[in-house]
C-alpha cells in the first residue's frame, strides 16, 4: 500500500481533507479522526472532488469531512489517520515546517510525510549501589595517576574539547582534588545534566531544553526513533522504503517503537535499553527502560565491529576506540564477547569508568594504573598512553571526535594506529568542517588519514542511522604481527 493524502482545512470544529490508496485506486479508505489521542469518529473518506480526479486519484471518491459540536476551552486539537496506522495525516495548509536552515527532516533519514511520531519519553532516573564509593575512590585514584603522569604538551589547548574541559568540567575536577567521594558519586549519578557531559551526551542547558521544551523533545525524540528504525532496517527486520516505487513510504518512523526494540533485542541476543546507571537521559520510553539515540549508534558500532571481527576470523576482538564518549559502544561491544581498550582525556574517562563499571559490574574493568589480566573485558587508558598499549588491536575505532580534536593529535594517533592495527580503522564521522576552536575548522578524516599514511579505504558509505555521517573502513597497508 502507498498512501497519499493531506488536510485541507483544519480548525477548532471542523477537519477535512483526503486520502488515496495507489495500490486500491477506488476503494474509499477507513479513516479516524482523533482529539489528542482520544478517537471520535471512524468514517470513510468516500467524498467526491473533482480535482481529486483531475489529478489521477482514482475516481475521485477519497475527499472526508467531519464537524464536531463546540470544544470545550480545554479541548485537544483535531487530526486523523488512516484506521490503523500509527501515524496521523499532515495538515498542509499553514506551513508546518521550518525554513530550510531550521527544517527538521535535515536530521532525519526518514520522511516526515505523515508527520512527527508520537512515542512515549521520558528520563533515566538512577540510585547509589553497595559499592559506588568504592568504585569512586579508585576513578580518584586513576585520575590523579594520569594527571601526574601527563606530559606539558598534552595539555595544550587547540582543539573543542579543551575549550570544553575549561568551560565545564570545573565542578567535576573541584571534587576530584577534594577526594570528595560522596560529592564525585552524586555528581556522577547525574553526569548527563552536568558539565562533563556537555559535548558527550547532554550537559545542562541541553537537559533543561528537553524538560521544558516541546519543540525541542519532539524534534530529538523523533531523531532517535529515526535510529530505532534505520537500525531494524540495517538488520533486515524492516524493509528500507523506496520514494520512487508505489510501496508503503513514510510509515516505517511510525512503526511501533515498543515491537521493534522487542525485535532488535532478540535479534542481537544483548538487551537494547542500556541499565539507568546515570539520570536524566532523555530518550524513548521502552518497558525496559529509556532508550536514548547515543544507545542506538553504540549498539550499531559495536555490531559493525562485530561483524568485521567474524569477517577477519577474529572471534573475540581487541579493539581500541580512541574517544569513547560515555562508554556505550565499549559496553555493547563487551555484551557482544569483544575486548574493548578506551583512549580519552582523564576527566572522560572518569565518566565512562563510572558508567562502565556500574553498567557492567560482572565484568573485569580495568582503570590507568590497575594491572589487567587475560580476563580484562575494558581497560581505559589516558590520551597520552595510546602508543603504550600492549599487544596491538584487531581494530582501531573512532566515532564523532577525530574531527573535532587538533588535526596534530589526530595525526599522530593514527601514526602510532598503523603500527598497532592488525585488521582495519573504522571511522563513523561527520565532514561539515564546522568552527571548532577560534577561527580552527575541524578536520575530516579521510584527509588526516592521507596525510599519516599507512593505511587504504576499503569501503565509504553514508552511515545508516545519522543523516550527515560517513562510515569508512580503513586497512593498514602493512598490519600489525
Known sequence: MAYEGHVDILNDLEIAGWVYDSSRRDEPIPVEILAGDEVLASLKADGFRQDLLDAGKGNGRHAFRFRRSAPSG???????????????????????????HQDPRRLYQHSLEFGFPRVPHGFTQAEASDREEDLVSRIIRAYRLAE???????????DMWSDLQAAYHGEALALIHASDVRGLAAYLREAHAK???????QGPAAT?????DPEIRLRVLTQFVDYLASLAEFLGLMDVEAPDQEGPFGENLHADADRLVE?????????????????????????????????????????????????????????CEIGGGVGGVAYYGALLGGRFTIVDLPIIGVLQAYYLQRALPDHEIRLHGEDVSPSTAIRLAPTFRFADQPGGFDFLFNQDSIPEMSARHAREYLRHAREMTRHGFLSINQEARAL???????????????????????????HWLRAGYVEELYRPTAPAR
Do not use: M
Not at 489517520?81 to 521550518?98: D, E, F, M, P, Y
Open 74 to 100: 480545554q479541548a485537544a486539537p483535531l487530526s486523523v489517520r488512516v484506521a490503523g496506522k500509527r501515524w496521523r495525516i499532515q495538515h498542509t495548509a499553514a506551513g508546518v515546517l521550518s525554513p530550510v
Open 148 to 158: 601526574a603522569e601527563r606530559p606539558r604538551e598534552a595539555a595544550a589547548p587547540g
Open 195 to 201: 558539565g562533563i557531559t556537555v559535548g558527550v551526551s
Open 208 to 212: 533543561n531544553a528537553l524538560r521544558t
Open 263 to 319: 525485535r532488535i533485542s532478540r535479534h542481537v541476543g544483548i538487551p537494547l535499553e542500556p541499565p539507568p546507571v546515570i539520570g536524566a537521559n532523555f530518550g524513548i520510553r521502552t518497558p525496559g527502560g529509556i532508550l536514548s539515540g547515543r544507545d542506538l549508534c553504540s549498539l550499531y558500532a559495536a555490531l559493525r565491529l562485530r561483524d568485521l571481527a567474524i569477517d577477519a576470523g577474529v572471534a573475540s576482538p581487541r579493539v
Open 436 to 462: 571548532q576552536s577560534g577561527a580552527q575548522q575541524q578536520s575530516v578524516v579521510r584527509e588526516l588519514v592521507d596525510e599519516a599514511g599507512g593505511f587504504r579505504r576499503a569501503t565509504r558509505h553514508r
